[in-house]
């Protein structure tokens, strides 16, 4: 390159550095001159804000934790115990079915078959029932 280039970056590199270091001066007296605007709490009214905060956080921590606990129980208590109850109406309802394909096919065990199944919807209802 020739000299006369070179030159001129070098100009232009030092131009930059004062514009940055220009930049940097100015920004830091305007940082300074925000933070003399700014109203700053007094110890009183940091407490009081702090006391605040504090007390919404634990109010939506017990919320949560209650709410937690409810569905908990919900879910061990009811949907648990439901599912038992189909389980064991759908085991009762097979052993019902196969005990009647055992038997000969007369109208008096056909009867009883049906007799037992309403029985079965009976039990699983009302089941149902105390379970709400």
Known sequence: ?????????????????KQDSK????????F????KRV????????FNNTVAV?????ITAAIVFVLDFVFESMNTYGINKLK???ETTNSEITDNT????????SESTNETAEEDVNQTEN??????????
């Not at 070098?10 to 131009?15: A, I, L, N, T, V």
């Not at 930049?23 to 305007?30: G, I, S, T, V």
């Open 32 to 35: 300074k001159a925000e933070l």
């Open 54 to 58: 504090i007390t919404v956080v634990l």
């Open 1 to 17: 390159m020739p000299k006369k280039a070179n030159n001129k970056l070098d100009s232009k590199k030092q131009d930059n550095k």
């Open 123 to 132: 039990t699983v209802s009302e089941d149902a029932n105390s379970v709400e």
């Open 98 to 105: 196969t005990d009647v394909n055992e038997v000969d096919d």
């Open 23 to 30: 930049n940097k001066k100015h920004f830091m007296k305007d």
């Open 84 to 86: 038992e109850v189909v």
């Open 39 to 46: 109203i700053w709490p007094t110890p009183k009214q940091l």
